[in-house]
């Protein structure tokens, strides 16, 4: 279900949903794995999401519709849409398929700017049900479906949907701007692709640059080597101490945990040293290390090779 954030309500920011968020791309490396994930290396088309007044309402929508099952990856599976009056902006029936029933908001029938948006989200509900992939509460399980969307490559377009001005607050999905700004960013570092000139938001292009920050952040924490001078003080300390988590306090509005706070230090098995442990920057699965100053390590999960300075 694609929750609709109207015109007249206010529009939640930041990064509250963070540490779900961050879970939800775990879960989709550990299911997919590393190539699964790759495989996802187009995002949808900015030009497959046009949907002009001049399009034949149903045909139009069935087109766009199919343009996001095939963006993630679908091919088998049909999307039927129908319009009916209902307060959220979609919801999709989960059944076995192949057909897949789609309803959406009647303001669709003529913003029809916004309606790939809401189809990514549901979509994104059909590709998790058929992975088998859920989390326990509806909360979380609709952020994971909205972190699936923008890192698999169409949730992008859930994020253009946000437009906040004096007259209009409107948003799609349970993510904040920032945080879908944020998954973006970790998609488009995984790719190498820059999503911004997608964008026909300014709103959108603002908070995707407040994510980016933050997930530039995640691979310029200790002990990795790109991390700052005031991160290498803290861990230092930290590992002086021989115990952790570091450093609690949250840096900044965002609520995210200050540089280093992600480290933990363990004993080592044999107990003649220290490991360190930390979340991978790509997949944020936690990474167990020896204490041996300058090394390479590789995640098991996203297989991505990291310096480290430990």
Not at 175 to 202: C, I, M, N
Not at 229 to 242: S, V
Not at 249 to 266: I, K, L, N, Q, V
């Amino acid at each position: 279900m694609t929750k609709n954030r109207g015109p007249g309500s206010p529009v939640e920011h930041g990064f509250p949903h963070l540490a779900t968020v961050r879970a939800s791309i775990t879960a989709l490396f550990r299911r997919l794995s590393a190539d699964g994930i790759r495989a996802y290396d187009t995002s949808f088309a900015p030009a497959d999401a046009a949907f002009d007044a001049t399009d034949d309402l149903h045909l139009g929508a069935q087109r766009v519709a199919a343009a996001t099952v095939r963006a993630l990856r679908l091919p088998d599976a049909r999307m039927v849409v129908s319009f009916r009056a209902m307060e959220q902006a979609a919801a999709v029936e989960l059944a076995a398929g192949p057909e897949y029933f789609v309803e959406v908001n009647d303001r669709f029938r003529t913003h029809r700017r916004d309606l790939a948006a809401a189809l990514a989200h549901e979509v994104a509900h059909v590709l998790l049900h058929r992975l088998d992939l859920r989390f326990p509460g509806t909360t979380e399980n609709e952020i994971l479906t909205d972190t699936a969307a923008a890192y698999l490559g169409a949730g992008w377009l859930l994020l253009d949907a946000y437009r906040e001005d004096a007259l209009t607050h409107q948003r799609f999905g349970y993510l904040t701007p920032e945080e879908f700004g944020y998954v973006l960013a970790k998609r488009a570092a995984l790719f190498g692709e820059d999503p911004a000139p997608w964008f026909t938001s300014p709103q959108a292009y603002e908070a995707y640059v407040r994510g980016r920050a933050l997930a530039e952040r995640d691979h310029r924490r200790a002990p990795l080597t790109a991390a700052g001078p005031l991160a290498r003080r803290r861990y230092a300390k930290a590992r002086r101490a021989g115990a952790g988590p570091a450093d609690s306090r949250t840096d900044g509005p965002t609520g995210d945990p200050a540089g280093g706070s992600a480290y933990r230090f363990e004993p080592e098995a044999a107990g003649a040293g220290l490991r360190v442990s930390f979340p991978c920057p790509v997949c944020a699965q936690r990474l167990r290390v020896p204490v041996r100053g300058r090394l390479r390590a590789r995640c098991g999960l996203c297989l991505t090779v990291l310096d480290c300075t430990t």
